[in-house]
C-alpha cells in the first residue's frame, strides 16, 4: 500500500481512495478480509481511529461490510467493483476537463487531443 | 515502602561497601604500626576515621535526598503512586541502615585497632536495660535529626523555587529552627522539671540546676518528661509536614 | 463519556512569569492528543500538572475525576523530557523496577518492546546512547496498562530509524480505554497519530480541533497550521 499521504488534506479520505482502487485494480477482491484497524493503523503509521473512520464510511458507501468479531471484509455486490471503476474514472475525468478547459481547449479540441495521445501510448506499448 | 527500602539499598550499596573496605583496610594498616608508633596516635587515628565514616555516611544520606528534590531523580521517585509518608518514612530508615553498618563497621574496626588482645567479656557487665535504652537513642537520635534535616530541605524546596536559592533557604531554616527548638525545649525543661527515673520507673523533680533534658547519675538513667514529650510531639509534627508538603505542596523544575 | 483529563483555567505562575493563564483542556478516552507549541509555551508546565510533580497556582484539574495524588499517579504513565533514569541500573532492574512499583505493569510486553526496539536487557543504563535510553523511557512507559499516557518530547533527539520505532510502538500501544497525549517539535513526522490537536502559546490555549476537520477546513497539514500559528 502507498504510504505516501498529503498531510494537508483529511488523511481518512485518502485510505478510501487507496481502497477504492486496491478493489478496482483487484488488488482486494470481492470478500476479501480488510486489514484490522490495528494492522492498518501500524502499517501506515496512522492513528487507529482515523482508519476506523475509513472503514466506517466505506461501509456506509456499501463498499464493505463489518462483522462482528471477525472483520472488515470487501462487499458482495459484482455490479460494486464496475460502478467503482466508473465513478472513480469520472473523478479523474472530470478534473481532467476542467484543467483542459483552463488551458483554453474546448470540447472538440480535447476528445481529438486525447484521441491522439491514447494512439501514441497504445503504439508505444 | 519496602520496595523503596529495598532499591534505595541497592542505588547505594557499592558507597557502604566502599567505606567500609576502606575503613577496614585503613584500621588493618594501622594495626601493622602498632609496634612503631604511639598506642594514642594509632588510637586517635582510628578514632578519627570512625568518625570521618560517619560523617560522610551522614552526609551522602543528606545528598540523595537533595538530588531527589532538586535533581532530576526525583522524576523517577515523585511520580511512584507512593504516599508522602511513605517516601520519607523509606528514605530515613535507609539512612539509618546504611549509616548503622557503618558505625557498627568503623568502631568494631577502631576496637580491634585499640585492644591488645579481643577480650569481648566487658560486653557482658552491660545491662539488658541500659542496651536497649543506648539502642532506643541512638535510633531516635539519628531519625530525628535526619527527618528535621529533610524538612528543612523540603521546606526550602517549596518555599524558595530554584536550585541554589532552596538549598540556601534550608541551610539558613536547619539554623534558625535548630535555634528556636533548642530554646523552646530548654524553656521547657525549666517550666516542668519532673524527670522520670527509668531505672526504677519513679518520679522525681530534678533540681533546675542542672539544664539538660537527660541525666545519667551512676547507674540512673533520668529523662526530663516534658522535654520528651515536646521532643516527640515536634518529631511528629516534622515528619507530618514533610509527608504533606512532599504530596500536595512540591514542585519539581 | 467521562474525561480522563480535565483542566479548567489552569494557571501556574513563578516569581517572574506566568508559565499558564488558564487553559482549558478535555480528554475522552480512546484518544491522542497533541500539545504543540514552541519552548516556553507552557506545555512541559502543563503536562507535569497533570503528571502531578508540579501544582497550579490557580484552576483546577482532575485526571479520571481525581485532583492530582497517589491515585492518579497510579493510572498516569508519564514520560519526562530529561534523564530521570537511576544510573545505577541495567535495563532489566528498570523493568524490575517499573514492575514493583506499577500494578498495571506488563513484564512481557515489555521484553516484547525491548526486544522490538533492540535493547539488551543486560546493558547498563550508562552505557546506552541517547536514542537508546529514549526507546527504553518509552518501553518503560507504554509497557503500564495506564488510563492516561503523558510524553514529553518522546521523538527529541533521536535519531529517524529510532522515530519510526517509537512512533510503531506508540501506536501499537492505543488502546480504547486510554488515552495519550503527546508534546513534540517534530509535528511533520507524527502529526497523523493525533486525534486532537491543541496549539499552545505564551501559557494559553490558541487553537485546538480534531486534526482531520483542521486539514478539511484549511486546508494545510498540522505542520503547516503550526509554522502559521508560532511564525
Known sequence: MDTEFNDKMPIYLQIIDIIKMDIVTGKLILKDKLPSVREMASNLKVNPNTIQRSYQELERLGIVFTQRGTGTFVGEGKEMVDDLKKEMAKEVIDSFILRMKSLGFNADEIIKSVSKETMEVKKNG | ?253 | MDNILESKKICKSYLNKKALRGVDLNIIPGKIVGLLGPNGSGKTTFLKIAAGILHPSKGEILIDGYIPGVYTKSVVSYLPDNEYLLKWMKVKDAVMYFKDFYADFDEKKARELLLFMDLDENSTVKSLSKGMKEKLKLTLVLSRAAKLYILDEPLGGVDPTAREKILNAIVNNFRVESSMIITTHLVNDIERIFDDVAFISDGEIVLQGNAEELRRDKKKSIDELYREVFQ
Open chain 2, 1 to 253: 515502602m519496602f520496595k523503596l527500602i529495598k532499591y534505595e539499598l541497592r542505588a547505594t550499596f557499592l558507597t557502604i561497601v566502599g567505606i567500609c573496605i576502606f575503613v577496614i583496610i585503613a584500621n588493618l594498616l594501622l594495626m601493622t604500626r602498632k609496634g612503631v608508633w604511639d598506642i594514642t596516635i594509632i588510637s586517635g587515628l582510628s578514632v578519627c576515621l570512625a568518625i570521618g565514616a560517619m560523617v560522610v555516611i551522614f552526609i551522602s544520606s543528606l545528598n540523595i535526598m537533595s538530588k531527589y528534590l532538586f535533581g532530576d531523580s526525583g522524576y523517577l521517585l515523585f511520580t511512584l503512586p507512593q504516599s508522602g509518608k511513605s517516601i520519607i518514612t523509606s528514605r530515613v530508615l535507609t539512612a539509618l541502615i546504611q549509616i548503622s553498618i557503618v558505625i557498627f563497621a568503623s568502631v568494631f574496626m577502631c576496637y580491634l585497632t585499640v585492644t591488645d588482645k579481643i577480650d569481648l567479656s566487658f560486653l557482658k557487665n552491660f545491662k539488658a536495660s541500659e542496651v536497649s535504652y543506648f539502642i532506643i537513642s541512638y535510633i531516635w537520635g539519628i531519625v530525628y535529626s535526619l527527618t528535621f534535616i529533610y524538612f528543612c530541605m523540603v521546606i526550602g524546596k517549596v518555599a524558595l523555587k530554584g536550585k541554589k536559592i532552596g538549598k540556601i533557604g534550608s541551610f539558613i531554616i536547619f539554623i534558625l529552627l535548630s535555634v528556636v527548638i533548642s530554646w523552646l525545649s530548654f524553656k521547657i525543661t525549666n517550666l516542668l522539671p519532673q524527670t522520670l527515673n527509668l531505672n526504677d520507673f519513679s518520679i522525681t523533680t530534678k533540681n533546675a540546676l542542672i539544664n539538660s533534658n537527660f541525666t545519667a547519675t551512676g547507674a540512673a538513667v533520668n529523662m526530663n518528661i516534658a522535654s520528651t514529650v515536646f521532643d516527640i510531639l515536634t518529631f511528629v509534627g516534622l515528619f507530618t509536614t514533610t509527608s504533606y508538603l512532599i504530596d500536595k505542596k512540591l514542585d519539581l523544575s
